[in-house]
């Protein structure tokens, strides 16, 4: 009897084992996918070609910002870039 009980343990552990192995690789499989789908989503939103984007600083505050979020003005031939309304009037 203990003889039949230690072979359907270790068939049990060994399945048990196998399935885990499945579950991990299916898993993966689908995290792989996931991961592809979301570079290629970002590939796709907004950055130009170069992948990156031009940083400018408030003439203000001091902080950095994106070239196309700035408020950006300009006075003969010259240009200040400000990140908000109140460091334009501050």
Do not use: W
């Not at 060994?14 to 592809?36: D, E, P, Q």
């Not at 031939?77 to 334009?88: D, L, R, T, V």
């Amino acid at each position: 009897m203990g003889f039949i009980f230690r072979g359907l343990l270790i068939i049990f552990i060994f399945s048990l084992i196998v399935y885990l192995l499945k579950a991990v690789a299916r898993l993966r499989f689908h995290l792989n996918g996931t991961m592809r789908d979301l570079r290629h989503i970002r590939d796709r939103i907004d950055l130009p070609q170069g992948g990156s984007r031009e940083a400018v600083r408030c003439a203000t505050c001091g902080t950095f910002l994106d070239r196309r979020e700035a408020l950006i003005l300009r006075s003969r031939g010259s240009e200040q870039a400000f990140c908000s309304k109140e460091c334009i009037a501050g």
